[in-house]
């Protein structure tokens, strides 16, 4: 069974690190056990050249992986258009739910983090997103609901309860 997704969407220095692993402590604390992805736009290289595991890589073994004692990575190539979060399901299949920062662009259900100072709300450019994060107000109408983010454990609450609510839900 694959484990409900979550995006935490929004602009950029918007708390969206900031709100995920408060969020990761409380669904601990409640004894779940919830897995992250961390998702950029921008090209990266996740293993330094030159090391030994980026040279596996180079000369072209899928996956590469490194292990320590205490961590592991796993290299593989994404095809262009193949959804990544089907690839890399298995990974998390103990896991209660995933929350996912970023990929706002990516199907799925999404809730977007915001406060004074950024941009407009994604939120108010069109549908896609379920509700607001944020104590602040927006002055432009967004149309969705607003949920505060000071009250943290309110907040997991309401976010366990729109997980709930898709279709194939269990166990969140």
Request: with cysteine.
């Amino acid at each position: 069974m694959t484990p409900p997704r979550l995006h935490l969407v929004g602009r950029q220095d918007a708390g969206k690190t900031t709100l995920l692993v408060e969020l990761v402590a409380e669904l601990r604390r409640r004894g779940l056990r919830p897995g992250t992805v961390k998702h950029s736009g921008h090209r990266h290289d996740l293993d330094t050249p030159g090391k030994d595991s980026h040279r596996h890589r180079a000369a072209g073994a899928i996956p590469a992986a490194i292990l320590t004692p205490e961590l592991g990575g796993i290299f593989f190539p994404l095809e262009a258009g193949a959804d990544p979060y089907q690839r890399i399901a298995p990974l998390y299949s103990g896991c209660d739910l995933v929350l996912v920062e970023g990929d706002a662009g990516r199907d799925g259900l999404k809730v977007e983090v915001w406060r004074e100072g950024c941009a407009a709300p994604l939120a108010s450019a069109g549908p896609g997103i379920a509700a607001l994060i944020s104590d602040d107000d927006p002055a432009c109408a967004t149309g969705i609901p607003r949920w505060p983010r000071r009250d943290l454990p309110e907040l997991a609450d309401r976010l366990l309860e729109l997980l709930a609510r898709q279709p194939g839900a269990e166990g969140a």
